[in-house]
């Protein structure tokens, strides 16, 4: 049986890319050495992340002003980081907030400024992203930054706020390079890398240039982009293997049609899942407002837990892994990132239709 893992994160990764790392992992290209062994200063991962970079910058058509980041700490260590570079003196920063990252996020950021809740969807249990007409931004904010896709909610902007001359910044912890984004759009973006990108212990941050280098002085050295952006990543060592394998996703999106293809393959998956929820007479219900559902984590419930816990048993039994809901949302979520293929969402969508008939 074929298992397809539909975890929210870490997440399943492309086979392809696991199978070259096994090929390669006592024995990098005829070095003798695994990647997990090289000095990070050695040409030989001096190579692999110069790589990564550059495939990364192709993929995302990431302008030469920007700069690309791979940093440790996770989203999370972004929420204060995020703020403690983007201040530049000012005292207060908008945010936009759609559930539970973005409330994680606007916590943080409490530590450290007064944060202007711009807009909310609190009003609607987070189940939809407010119109960009009714946010209250204020002019002399540091930042604006919000939440993307909200990977426990499953709530996805399909546009991008345009916050004139105010720098927007974007948590796309859940759904970067699962859609083309025009990156001069943002200030900075940032991500944990294991639910589109790689492994765990690698967060990437990308960022306008003009933003370095306003960090209040005294500082911790490691908390300052600068640090980070004037020594390629290496200031101190860098989580090597987990940037090897990002590097790997990179060239396997590469080689499969890059962000586009992506995305439209991304299209086709949830349109799966989404259509047989809506077709199931209201067995299944997603609590998402139909024009924000995720494209990458599928929320959904039958009519109560007892049923929803037999769906999950089940599924395991067709090879259906780690469906089972955040424990703050309860229920289930499909979790469906670039590296689950068509065919594993084609065999989710069968079942949901065939458990519906059994129990319906
Ligand atoms: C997973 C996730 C986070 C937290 O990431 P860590 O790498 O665990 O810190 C933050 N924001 C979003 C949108 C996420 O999906």
């Known amino acids: 049986m074929t298992i397809f893992n539909f975890a929210a994160g870490p997440a399943v990764l492309p086979h392809e890319v696991l199978a070259q790392a096994r090929e390669e992992l006592l024995d990098w290209r005829g070095t003798g050495m695994s990647v997990m062994e090289m000095s ?8 692999i992340a110069a790589e990564a970079h550059a495939d990364l910058r192709e993929l995302m058509a990431i302008p030469q002003h920007y700069k690309v980041l791979f940093l440790q700490g996770g989203a999370t260590m972004q929420f204060a980081m995020v703020p403690l570079n983007l201040l530049r003196g ?6 936009v907030n759609t559930g539970i990252w973005s409330k994680k996020a606007i916590d943080e950021a ?3 400024c007064y944060v ?9 249990s987070f189940s939809y992203a407010p119109d960009f007409a009714r946010w209250k931004l204020d002019k002399q904010a540091a930042y604006v930054h919000y939440t993307p896709n909200e ?11 345009d916050t004139g001359k105010v720098p927007l910044v974007a948590d796309m912890s859940s759904n970067i390079l699962s859609r083309p984004y025009d990156v001069t759009q943002f200030g900075l973006i940032y991500a944990g890398a294991q639910k589109n990108i790689g492994p765990a212990g690698v967060t990437l941050v990308i960022v306008r240039e003009d933003l370095l280098g306003h960090a209040p002085a005294g500082l911790p050295t490691m908390l300052d982009y600068k640090t980070h952006a004037d020594n390629d990543s290496m200031y101190n060592t860098p989580p090597t293997y987990g ?3 990002a590097g790997l996703v990179f060239k396997w999106l590469k080689k499969n049609g890059g962000v586009a293809q992506m995305e439209k393959t991304n299209i086709a998956k949830a349109r799966l899942l989404y259509d047989v929820i809506d077709a199931s007479d209201g067995f299944y219900t997603c609590p998402v407002a139909k024009a924000d559902r995720s494209r990458m984590n599928v929320p959904f419930k039958t009519r109560d837990a007892a049923l929803d816990a037999e769906f999950l048993k089940q599924a395991e039994t067709h090879g259906l892994l780690q469906l089972k809901g955040h424990k703050l949302a309860g229920g289930m979520r499909a979790s469906i990132y670039n590296a689950m293929p068509l065919a594993g969402v084609q065999v989710l969508a069968d079942f949901m239709g065939e458990f519906a008939r059994s129990k319906g």
């Open 40 to 47: 990070h200063r050695g040409k030989e991962f001096m190579g």
């Open 90 to 95: 000012k005292l207060s920063a908008d945010y």
């Open 110 to 112: 409490k530590k450290l």
């Open 116 to 124: 202007n809740e711009a807009a909310s969807s609190a009003d609607k």
């Open 151 to 161: 990977t426990i909610g499953g709530v996805e902007f399909n546009w991008v706020p």
């Open 243 to 245: 940037i090897y394998m």
